[in-house]
């Protein structure tokens, strides 16, 4: 499961859950239906490939390797260019016979209705049902001698996708630095939960020497908390590290929460047939590494402005703030969101924080878990959601945790779980960026598609069930 959620984010343009194979896994983690996250990558890409055939008056075979050619070389357009030798036959029949994404996906294996669901689709059923129109299209591709591939009911299974599964895996297994010689929580990598996320090690071989410690011996020879103050001033023999930031109260920032506060954002020039290019893979393993979260550019701990293809602008945070008040507390931030994570989960996630009670300074910690213990993918939603006694009891276990590592003079503050009441009717009936070539997939449409195969991120505000968007308004307002 871990190694196809980077292909489920493709698809999502909202929270994302991930899962972890953690002590306290959460119950709420959707098992998925009709082939989940294969069927909804499969019928995704097929889309794509469709309208860029359109946009660019080409054949199928032309698209499909346009679309490997914008990825980057090495391992994601390898992978690409062997898919699409693999299946490329099935799929360039089926598309230039007029079948929809839908139906060339259940004959390739990726898509399938298990018994007692319902069919699910994007586009419009062809004919009575899927189940109809795939025996015609099966026995077309027979009379043809096309072979279809075996997928071996798990697409990493085959030889072409394990390489790229692998290396999805190794990037969302954990939440903490992946390269950190000291293990102090504090790396020089700038992906992989390294310093996008948590401020910059300046001495990887020690492990007193990193972001928000206090200085020793005033840093008149090193630099022990990475802050760019240390030597001494020749006039007063005084460090500079005591002239200017002895008296000034340091404190560090850091966000415990979920995608939000990591700031995930998958760009939608990556859907939109219009705007697919070279230039808006270039920083795909980047993206990637950083689980498709921009924690750099978040209003929690972003740092730095961005001028990158699918993302340019001003960047604004709370550690900026901190920061532009007291330039003592340079690089001293810890992004601590993970995509999915609610208050169960968050009782792990907590022990990831880097913080030593005597020999740090204070924190300033953030406690954000806006909307996971209400929002999950489970068909039976309300019954995956975190009732209110045990997130009551999963928060203090958190707080007293955050007790034991933090300085005194830490402050944590807690955000409460969204009201989305607002999120469907707002989103329902604008194009989806998928759509936009022939202006026939709406988000309404997407969400919908998503529930079915039950991956969807939050089944009950993303949801066309009335009775079931009322019981989960009642739910967020009971008073904690």
Known sequence: MKALTVFLSLILLSQVRVTEQRPNKS??????????????????????VDELAVVY????????????GYLPDGIF???????????????????????????????LGFCRTDPGHEECHIFPLPGSSIKNQLEFFKNGLSRRNIEIPDTKNDPCNMSIFKPICDYINTIFDKHEPAIDIDQDGHSTFTTLRGTSWRGKDCDDLSKKVHPGAISFNGDRITDSNCNGIFGKDPNSNKSYEEKFCENSKPMGFAVLGDSISAHFSIPEQWLDAYQ???????????????????????????????????????TNS?????????????????NIGVNGADSNEMKEIVKTLSRNPKTDQPLIVFLSLVGNDVCNGNADTLNHMTRPDIFYKNIIEILSYLDTILPNGSHVMLTGL??????????????????????????GDMYTYLSCLEIGPCNGWMTTNGSMFILKKKFDLIDF
């Open 27 to 48: 119950l709420r983690t959707p098992k998925a239906a009709n082939g989940g996250i294969s069927c909804a990558v499969c019928s995704v890409l097929l889309t794509l």
């Open 418 to 443: 969204a009201n989305g009441t607002v999120l469907y009717d707002s989103l329902k009936d604008r194009v989806y960026p998928l759509g936009r070539v022939k202006n026939n997939i709406y988000y």
């Open 276 to 314: 697919i290019n070279t230039a808006v893979f270039e920083h795909l393993v980047f993206i990637l590494e950083n689980e498709l979260d921009w924690p750099q550019l978040s209003g929690m701990t972003g740092y730095m402005n961005s001028t990158w293809p699918v993302v340019q602008g001003l």
């Open 77 to 107: 357009q390898v992978t690409c260019k062997n898919a699409a030798k693999t299946f490329g036959p099935v799929i360039i029949n089926g598309l230039f016979n007029k079948e929809t994404p839908d139906v060339i996906c259940h004959a």
């Open 57 to 68: 008056n080409e054949t199928v075979q032309e698209s499909l390797n346009k679309f490997c």
């Open 318 to 334: 709370i550690y900026l703030k901190l920061f532009e008040r007291n330039r003592c507390n340079f690089r001293d931030y810890q």
